[in-house]
């Protein structure tokens, strides 16, 4: 195995570990302990670095843990204020959940408006996808970068 093949190897797992993976953080287990197990098919890594930077992914890791989830994009089909705004944002809701179940829907109050926000989505490409089979029904429909729930991976 060739030291510049090891090292892309390596440079990888460590950038997706510097991904908010909030079951990390709760096995409190980090990524250079994971990276330096030992395991019989593949060898171990040795990893040299300073106590402050693994000292600082662990405190990511477990700031991360506090609040699950990660940033990503969601869809936003009601956005008003008025004294009609919370009823008209209930019902878009509950229309949405008829129209579009399984699909998660979000109902928020940011004085003064109501929001309904659909969707746990990772990227844009996704939101816009889905946007495209709601535009019809909701025609003022448009993607929010929000702080999202996990989404299932398919």
Do not use: H
Request: proline residues 4%; contains cysteine; hydrophobic residues 40%.
């Amino acid at each position: 195995m060739s030291g510049r093949w090891l090292f892309s190897i390596c440079a990888l797992l460590i950038i997706f570990g510097l991904l908010p993976f909030s079951s990390f953080a709760q096995e409190q287990y980090g990524i250079i302990q994971r990276l330096e197990t030992f395991d019989t098919e593949m060898g171990k890594i040795t990893i040299n670095q300073d106590i402050v930077i693994a000292n600082l992914l662990n405190e990511y890791y477990i700031r991360n843990a506090s609040k699950p989830g990660m940033q990503g994009f969601r869809i936003r089909v009601y956005f008003d204020l008025g004294q009609q705004s919370r009823t008209v944002s209930q019902e878009t809701m509950d229309e949405f959940m008829e129209n579009y179940p399984g699909i998660a829907v979000y109902r928020t109050f940011d004085s003064p408006y109501y929001k309904v926000s659909v969707g746990d989505f990772r990227t844009r490409d996704e939101a816009l996808k889905f946007l495209k089979t709601i535009e019809r029904k909701y025609p003022k429909a448009f993607i929010v970068a929000e702080w999202i729930n996990f989404p299932a991976l398919n």
